[in-house]
T-cell receptor
Framework: GIQVEQSPPDLILQEGANSTLRCNFS?????LQWFHQNPWGQLINLFY???GTKQNGRLSATTVATERYSLLYISSSQTTDSGVYFC???????????FGPGTRLSVLP | DTAVSQTPKYLVTQMGNDKSIKCEQN?????MYWYKQDSKKFLKIMFS???????INETVPNRFSPKSPDKAHLNLHINSLELGDSAVYFC???????????FGNGTRLTVT
């Protein structure tokens, strides 16, 4: 089945810093989403982005499907951005969503 | 106006018991899912249901059985609970393939 990798596994930032999280996947996909799991365990849908670029406030995401990767940009980070960021993909073969291992982000005041 | 709701939020029980987790969505979605998140935060799909038909069942023990009384509900029933079943279980829904997933807030199951 499709493999999903995320990097870095852990990231510590000072408040106000910018960061880039990466998601690599091993096969063609027809669906890709980024999620934020906050410290209370809730999974929040950030972007549905099988291709192209989207922006939502301080967050933006880019997926280059032909090169099998997606990037999540966080600008001017805030302590509320802390948590785990997951990339999830659905292959063209309808495998259902497969999640990456996540990037654990800690933003320090 | 909760979109995907699961109950209970916490469930503590002893080995060998049978328990159920309920899930309801009011988004009008056609497909519902159950995911398991282990202690290392890995999320893995367990089941998905499309229009009350099971369309995928990953390598999950048959002690776990999804039950869907209607399109808006997908409950998870677990028989003969084991210590290794302790995890957070998430319900999710979507319009179908190539559509975004929407998650419930999770149920933390602890088996003692």
């Amino acid at each position: 089945g499709i493999q999903v990798e995320q990097s870095p596994p852990d990231l510590i930032l000072q408040e106000g810093a910018n960061s880039t999280l990466r998601c690599n996947f091993s096969d063609s996909v027809n669906n890709l989403q980024w999620f934020h799991q906050n410290p209370w365990g809730q999974l929040i849908n950030l972007f549905y982005i099988p291709s192209g670029t989207k922006q939502n406030g301080r967050l933006s995401a880019t997926t280059v499907a032909t090169e099998r990767y997606s990037l999540l940009y966080i600008s001017s980070s805030q302590t509320t951005d802390s948590g785990v960021y997951f990339c999830a993909v659905e292959s063209n073969y309808g495998q259902n969503f497969v999640f990456g291992p996540g990037t654990r982000l800690s933003v320090l005041p | 106006d909760t979109a995907v709701s699961q109950t209970p939020k916490y469930l503590v029980t002893q080995m060998g018991n049978d328990k159920s987790i309920k899930c309801e969505q009011n988004l009008g979605h056609d497909t519902m899912y159950w995911y398991k998140q282990d202690s290392k935060k890995f999320l893995k799909i367990m089941f998905s249901y499309n229009n009350k038909e099971l369309i995928i069942n990953e390598t999950v023990p048959n002690r776990f059985s999804p039950k869907s009384p209607d399109k808006a509900h997908l409950n998870l029933h677990i028989n003969s609970l084991e210590l290794g079943d302790s995890a957070v279980y998430f319900c999710a829904s979507s319009l179908g393939p190539t559509s975004p997933l929407h998650f419930g807030n999770g149920t933390r199951l602890t088996v003692t």
